[in-house]
């Protein structure tokens, strides 16, 4: 899969590797939430499709367990407060700052 697949669709979707404390269970689910709803172009299923959707958005939320609790590195971790820095930063750049 090439990095230009995901690209900009998934910009809500943070990075949970190598944080410390490492991501929380909120966190996987909520990545978990927002990737299911931009593949299946919904944010709220049908009754018909609340069943796969939910069951979805589990198997991608254990992927992502497994997926991080394998991960290795040698990089020090990152810090939450000067990542949402960092992406406060950006984002003024990019949209033009608020106040």
Known sequence: ????IL???CRSIRVLHNFEPPAT???IEAA???YVRK????TNPSAANAEAFDAAVEAVAA???TLLESLVTKAPARDREVE????KARAAERYGSAG
């Open 32 to 34: 978990a939430l927002q």
């Open 63 to 65: 992927a992502t367990r």
């Open 7 to 9: 690209g900009p669709m």
């Open 25 to 27: 269970e909120d966190e």
């Open 39 to 42: 593949i299946s172009g919904t």
């Open 1 to 4: 899969m090439g990095a230009g």
């Open 84 to 87: 949402a820095a960092k992406a």
